[in-house]
C-alpha cells in the first residue's frame, strides 16, 4: 500500500475479527444478546428478527427453575438433532436469576440468549398470558407463531413441531 497507515488501520481490524472469531469458536455455540428497551409486540420482533427464514424455538427459563434446568438435559439430544438445520434456540431469563450464576449455566447452552429486565420479561408473559416457567414459543420459518404454552411437554412433541415446521 502507498500509505503506511493505511496499512496498519487495516493489519489491526484483521486482527480485531480474527480475535473476534476466535472468541466465538471457544465459546462453544452459545452468543449472548442484548435486548432492545422495547417491550410486548415490539420485544418480541427485536428479539426474533435475526432468525428470518428459520425455525425458532424459544425456551423461557431462569436459572432457579428446577423444572427448566431437567428441560434443558432432556432436550440436548434434540437440539444435537437439528445442528446444521434451520433451526435456532432462543433462551429467554430474566433478573430474578443472579447474573453470576446466569453466566455461569449459559456457556453450557447452545443457542442464543437474551437476559431481559422485569419489565420486559413480565409483557410476554403477558402476550402469550404464561402464568410460570418453563414456558415455550414455537415460531415458524414465516415469523408466525405456531405454539406456545407453559410445562414441559416431552421432546417427541417439540421434535414433532420443529419438523413440521421444517418442511
Known amino acids: 500500500m ?5 496499512a496498519d488501520y487495516v493489519k489491526a481490524k484483521n486482527s480485531e475479527i480474527a480475535a473476534k472469531i476466535a ?8 452468543y449472548v444478546h442484548q435486548a432492545s428497551e422495547s417491550t410486548g409486540d415490539s420485544l418480541f420482533v427485536d428479539l426474533i428478527k435475526d432468525f428470518k427464514g428459520k425455525v425458532v424455538f424459544i425456551d423461557f427459563w ?4 428446577v423444572p427448566c434446568r431437567q428441560a434443558f438435559k432432556d432436550l440436548e439430544p434434540m437440539k444435537k438433532e437439528f445442528e446444521g438445520k434451520d ?5 429467554i431469563a430474566d433478573e ?3 447474573q453470576k450464576v ?5 456457556v453450557s447452552m447452545k443457542g442464543h440468549h437474551y437476559r431481559l429486565n422485569n419489565a420486559q420479561a413480565s409483557s410476554l408473559r403477558q402476550k402469550w398470558g404464561f402464568p410460570g416457567i418453563p414456558s415455550y414459543v414455537i ?5 408466525i407463531v405456531k405454539d406456545f404454552h407453559t410445562g414441559f411437554k416431552g421432546v417427541d412433541y417439540y421434535r414433532t413441531k420443529i419438523e413440521r415446521e421444517l418442511k
Open 2 to 6: 502507498r500509505f503506511p497507515f493505511y
Open 23 to 30: 472468541e466465538e469458536n471457544a465459546r462453544g455455540g452459545y
Open 62 to 65: 431462569n436459572t432457579w427453575c
Open 87 to 91: 433451526v435456532v434456540f432462543l433462551f
Open 96 to 98: 430474578s436469576s443472579p
Open 102 to 106: 446466569y453466566d455461569r449455566m449459559i
Open 139 to 143: 415460531v415458524g420459518r414465516d415469523g
